[in-house]
Structure formats: C-alpha cells, structure tokens
C-alpha cells in the first residue's frame, strides 16, 4: 500500500487582469487577491494493491488465486477553498466604460445565507449587504473580496494486471470519476443591479413573499474542475504493453 498527501496554504496577489479599474488615480483598487486565489488545497492518494493469490497472505489456492490475485485499488480526494469574486453593479451612472464598477457595501459583516442554488428563496451570501451605486463614483466594495463554495472530489479506480507472457502484459480497469456524485458549484451572480430596489433601498419582494433578486446571489452552473462534465461518471479500458 502506497499513501501520499499534500497540502497548499497560499495567498495570490497581483494586479488584476480581471475586474479592475483603468482610471490612474484609483489604480491602487487593482491590487488584490485574484480569482485563482485558493486558501486551503488538500490532496490524499492512496493505492492498495490487494493481499489475495500466489505469494500473498490469502486465497492462495488455484482457483481463488486465478479470480482474485492481481487487483489493485485506488483513489485520489482533493479538496479546494472556495475562489473569489466581485460583487458589480451597473456602471451607468459612472460613466466610466472599459472600467469594472462595484456594489456598495452597506453591511461589512457579511454572512452566509444558504447554499444559493434554490433560487430567491436561497441566496448564496446576504443579499441586502450591497446596493447598487447610483451616483458618479465607484462603489464601495473592493475587488475580490468574497468567496464561494469549495469543492471536493473523490476518485476511484480498480485494476488488474494480467502477465500473459514475460514481456507482454494485460490490463483491464475500471474508474469512477466523482464517485460521491458531489456537486462542484461554481460563483454565484454576483451583479447587485440585477435585483429589485424600493426607494428606501430595501430589496422590492414580489407577490409571493420573496425577494425580487433577479439571480443575484443565485448559483446557476457547476464547475466540472478541468473534466469533460461535473457529475459521476465511469469509464471502462483494457491496455497491452510489450
């Protein structure tokens, strides 16, 4: 049995490329952690080649050693810290094209609310923390300065190894990708301009009782992590080498 980890604290900063301002005099706002800033990075990997068949502990007989000698088990867990965002709002009363204007931020105690995937009902962090900016000025919010939700992954495999010759070797192996089935969510929307404001500026509610929030604060995509898509999925291969 092999068994490796690794972990990674780390704080990105740089001036951003991203959300940023271009105006001279408040270029300091562009130097912030960026969106591929990830706090916590834990990895865990282990392979266990199994004790069964010819020279191991158990199933040691011809019969058992031909069905169950030769496999191997995997798996490999990561876990990542949520990645930062920018809460925006509408530019217009700024007019300041080519530049990312941000929300006011009413609250600087700002909570989690909820998961933010089942809508209105469900917003990601509190919502009346922001407001839009209505006058000729940036908001008051930073760049980056939130985080959503982190993500973790377990895969897992199965193999095993046939020799069919000295030189010529057989394998067949099955993986499990996403093994838990576990959602990767990505960044929730995050323009404040898209909710509805009362004049006294609240959040306008609709008939129902819920926040007019227009997506704001909701989660509507997954992040796959660099695969082909985000749920569990398997897949199946046979290999030859000589």
Known sequence: MTFQSAYTYSKDIALSTGDRVLIPEFLGRDRTQTSADRTHHLILSASYELPFGKNKKFAQGAVPSAILSGWTINGIFNHWSGAPFTVTASGSSCNCPGNTQTADLVNPNLRKAGRGVNGASDPYFDPSSWAPVTTARFGTSGYYQVRGPGNDNLDMGI????????????????????????????????????????????????????????????????NPLGRIIDQRYFRFAARFSF
């Open 159 to 222: 193999f095993r190894n046939f020799s069919i010759t000295e030189k010529i070797k057989f394998q067949l192996r099955g993986e499990a990708l996403n093994l838990s089935n576990t959602p990767h969510f990505n960044n929730p929307q995050a323009n404040v301009s898209n909710a509805t404001f009362n004049s006294d500026g609240t959040i306008a509610k609709a008939a129902d009782g819920s926040p007019r929030l227009g997506g704001f604060m909701s989660i509507t995509s997954t």
